[in-house]
């Protein structure tokens, strides 16, 4: 149902198992989910030169982003999440709905203190099912007097056949923050928004669903977020790919960003206090 492996201790890899060829593999680095196969199909876009040294943000998959969204003065982008060693709470088990689950869980410790001084205890519970992949997000404070604030994302990326053939809906008359144009704010006036270029957009009051059309062998994926209020849209396209050491040059066209988080504005937890946040990724 489940097994766990380790090369060399930082590779270790858990894996979801529902049958049918459906799997969920999660590397304990950063809690990346690796591969998402459904009936043997793989739903996410892993570089071929993804950097697997228990260092480096893995460039694929879906990296957890925390405490931090984009550049930090503080410690490195995107925030330590997506380069920790995640504590594998709760091995894989199978429900009596057949669908499996695990929980990882990481907190403060002397490199996270170092960066960022406040206490703190995530948890991130992964259900496969079927056709769909549940993400459950517990971000809790437990100091006693201590608030702070935070960016959390799941910065999903999704295996495309052409991206410029694929369409994501739920964007129309959202305002956005242009990463391409310093900043700028617009307001989005497509139906369905596609992607000719380079695309650094930070969508903002997003509804709770988004469909992305043309994904793997041309079906539809359905994103549902909860407590996410923000939707990141990001592919680097040719110019931005060849400075990325970690990402092929001619594999920017399969791939596509679609991103849950909240990032625009920050969560302010109080002591004692969690913060919970999910997602539903289904196959259509
Ligand atoms: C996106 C950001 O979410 O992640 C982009 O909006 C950034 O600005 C991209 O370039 C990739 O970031 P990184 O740190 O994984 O190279």
């Known amino acids: 149902m489940y097994s766990t492996s380790s090369m060399a201790a930082p590779t270790s890899v858990v894996v979801l198992d529902r049958g049918n060829n459906t799997t969920c593999t999660i590397n304990l680095h950063g809690a990346t989910v690796v591969s998402w196969r459904v009936n043997n199909q793989e739903q996410l876009f892993v570089s071929k030169q993804a950097v697997f040294d228990g260092k480096k943000p893995i460039r694929g998959g879906i990296p957890f982003v925390f405490p931090q969204f984009g550049p930090w003065n503080f410690g490195p982008q995107h925030g330590f999440a997506r380069i920790m060693r995640w504590h594998l709470e709760k091995p894989p088990e199978r429900l009596h709905t057949g669908d499996v689950e695990a929980i990882f869980s990481i907190m403060d410790n002397e490199f996270t203190r170092s960066v960022w001084n406040y206490p703190f205890r995530l948890s991130y519970r992964l259900i496969l099912r079927e056709k769909e992949l549940h993400f459950n997000i517990g971000v809790y404070n437990p100091s006693k007097e201590l608030t702070f604030s935070f960016n959390l994302l799941l910065h999903t990326y999704f295996k495309v056949p052409d991206v410029r053939r694929s369409q994501v809906t739920g964007l129309h008359g959202c305002t956005f923050i242009d990463k391409t144009r310093d900043g700028a704010m617009y307001q989005e006036t497509r139906d369905v928004v596609t992607i000719n270029e380079w695309t650094d957009r930070i969508y903002q009051n997003t509804p709770q669903e988004h469909i992305i059309t043309n994904v793997v062998s ?27 050491a970690d990402f092929g040059d001619d594999e920017f066209p399969n791939m596509i ?14 002591p004692g206090t969690a913060f919970e946040a999910s997602q539903i990724l289904q196959v259509m």
């Not at 960003?257 to 109080?270: N, W």
Request: contains cysteine; charged residues 25%; aromatic residues 10%.
């Open 218 to 244: 041309g079906r539809k994926m359905r994103i549902q977020k909860y407590n996410f209020p923000d939707t990141v849209i990001w592919n680097p396209w040719v110019d931005k790919a060849r400075e990325i």
């Open 257 to 270: 960003c679609v991103e849950a988080g909240h990032v625009s504005t920050p969560v302010i937890l109080l």
